[in-house]
């Protein structure tokens, strides 16, 4: 048996995100109903997430809404 990878995140909800970046998921909510904000996908019409490499690479743009 070949040893398993190890589980990636890839995707973050909004309130993994609003942790990380110290800030409420108001704030978030508020960004996409802007259009700015990181890149994310919506799920079943309501669930939100972020994909972890539109989150760097938002970051590292040095955006802050």
């Not at 800030?23 to 259009?35: A, N, P, Y």
Request: net charge neutral; hydrophobic share 30%.
């Amino acid at each position: 048996n070949a040893p398993q990878p190890e589980p990636t995140v890839t995707m973050v909800s909004q309130h993994q995100l609003a942790e990380w970046w110290n800030m409420s998921v108001c704030t978030l909510q508020d960004w996409r109903h802007k259009k700015t904000g990181p890149k994310y996908i919506k799920f079943k019409g309501w669930s939100v997430r972020y994909p972890l490499d539109a989150v760097v690479e938002y970051r590292e743009e040095g955006s802050e809404g």
